[in-house]
C-alpha cells in the first residue's frame, strides 16, 4: 500500500472518547475499536493484521518508537505522545497508554494494548519542538544521536527520569 501524502490538517477529537487497538507479540494490529476506525480513515480489514506503521506520520522520529518497543518488550508499561496520520493524510496527537497483555497461565506476553485520547495544546507544542529536534538529529545523524540527545535532555530533568516517565515528566515541568 503507498503511503498517504502528508497534509498540514488537524483532526479535531472528541476528548470523550479513546483510540483503542490491540496487538499480537509481534505488534500486528489483531483489535481495532470504532473510533480507531473512524479517525484513521482505514477500515477493519485494512488494518487488522498490519503493523501500526500504517498510521505512523513521517514526523514522528524513530528513536520514540525504538525505545517504546524496547519499554514493552521488557514486560513495562509506557505512555507516549504520538502524532499520527489518517489515510487521507492529516494527522491527530495523542496520549498513548501502552499495556502489556500477559497469558493468564504462564505470564509470557501475548501481545500489547493501546488507549490513546487527546492532549493539550501546551503539551503538544513542547513535544512537537522536541521531535523536531529528535527527527533533525536523525536524519543528519543518525538514530543513536538522536537516542543520545534525548538522553541528555532527560538528565537536564533530574537524574532518575527514563523515556518511560518522560510524557508525566513533561507535563510536570512545563
Ligand atoms: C499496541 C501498539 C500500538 C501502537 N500504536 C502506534 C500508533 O498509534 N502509531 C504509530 O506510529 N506507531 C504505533 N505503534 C508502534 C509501531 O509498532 C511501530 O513501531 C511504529 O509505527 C514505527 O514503525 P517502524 O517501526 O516500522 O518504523 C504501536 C505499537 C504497539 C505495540
Same mark, same amino acid.
Given at each position: 500500500?503507498?503511503?498517504?501524502?502528508p497534509?498540514?490538517? =488537524?483532526?479535531?477529537?472528541?476528548? /470523550?472518547? #479513546?483510540?483503542? #487497538?490491540?496487538?499480537?507479540?509481534?505488534? /500486528?494490529?489483531? @483489535?481495532?475499536?470504532?473510533?480507531?476506525? =473512524?479517525? $484513521?480513515?482505514? #477500515?477493519?480489514?485494512?488494518?487488522?493484521?498490519?503493523?501500526?506503521?500504517?498510521?505512523?506520520h513521517p514526523d514522528m522520529p524513530?528513536?520514540?518508537?525504538?525505545?517504546?518497543?524496547?519499554?514493552?518488550?521488557?514486560?513495562?508499561?509506557?505512555?507516549?505522545?504520538?502524532k499520527?496520520m489518517?489515510?487521507?493524510?492529516?494527522y +491527530?496527537?495523542?496520549?498513548?497508554? @501502552?499495556?502489556?497483555?500477559?497469558?493468564?497461565?504462564?505470564?509470557?506476553?501475548?501481545? +500489547?494494548?493501546? $488507549?490513546?485520547?487527546?492532549?493539550?495544546?501546551?503539551?503538544?507544542?513542547?513535544?512537537a519542538?522536541?521531535y523536531k529536534?529528535?527527527l =533533525?538529529?536523525?536524519?543528519?545523524?543518525?538514530?543513536?544521536? #538522536?537516542?543520545?540527545?534525548?538522553?541528555?535532555?532527560?538528565?537536564?530533568?533530574?537524574?532518575?527520569?527514563? @523515556?518511560?516517565?518522560?510524557?508525566?515528566?513533561?507535563?510536570? @515541568? +512545563?
Amino acid at each position: 500500500m503507498t503511503k498517504p501524502t502528508p497534509l498540514d490538517e =488537524e483532526i479535531k477529537l472528541d476528548p /470523550k472518547r #479513546s483510540i483503542v #487497538s490491540e496487538t499480537d507479540a509481534k505488534g /500486528k494490529i489483531t @483489535f481495532a475499536n470504532d473510533y480507531f476506525i =473512524e479517525i $484513521s480513515g482505514y #477500515s477493519r480489514e485494512e488494518l487488522i493484521g498490519k503493523p501500526h506503521s500504517i498510521v505512523r506520520h513521517p514526523d514522528m522520529p524513530k528513536v520514540v518508537f525504538k525505545l517504546l518497543w524496547e519499554t514493552i518488550k521488557a514486560g513495562k508499561n509506557i505512555n507516549a505522545v504520538v502524532k499520527n496520520m489518517a489515510k487521507d493524510g492529516r494527522y +491527530y496527537w495523542i496520549f498513548t497508554e @501502552f499495556e502489556i497483555r500477559r497469558d493468564n497461565d504462564t505470564q509470557k506476553i501475548i501481545g +500489547y494494548h493501546a $488507549s490513546r485520547k487527546t492532549i493539550s495544546k501546551h503539551v503538544i507544542e513542547v513535544i512537537a519542538k522536541l521531535y523536531k529536534k529528535l527527527l =533533525e538529529i536523525e536524519k543528519t545523524q543518525g538514530i543513536e544521536a #538522536s537516542e543520545k540527545y534525548l538522553v541528555e535532555f532527560l538528565k537536564e530533568k533530574g537524574d532518575d527520569i527514563e @523515556f518511560a516517565d518522560i510524557m508525566e515528566e513533561i507535563h510536570r @515541568f +512545563y
